[in-house]
């Protein structure tokens, strides 16, 4: 399943931060997708296949 994305897309991934959010915006897109969290600005780069799994539904485009 492709999913579909780009830079500024609010998404909600399965686990939520510690800070009790799980709201994300996508900051960086390319190998590798870095997410900033809404809630505390906290930024985590991880791998596409990593993220795509752990992607619950996207949000906002």
Do not use: A, Q
Not at 11 to 25: D, G, I, R
Not at 41 to 49: I, N, Q, T, Y
Request: hydrophobic share 35%; glycine share 4%; net charge positive.
């Amino acid at each position: 399943m492709k999913k579909k994305y780009k830079l500024g897309t609010i998404v909600m991934m399965k686990k939520e931060h510690p800070c009790k959010s799980n709201k994300w915006e996508i900051t960086r897109i390319g190998v590798d997708i870095k997410i900033k969290c809404l809630n505390c600005g906290r930024s985590v780069m991880m791998p596409r296949l990593e993220f795509n799994r752990k992607l619950k539904k996207i949000l906002e485009e």
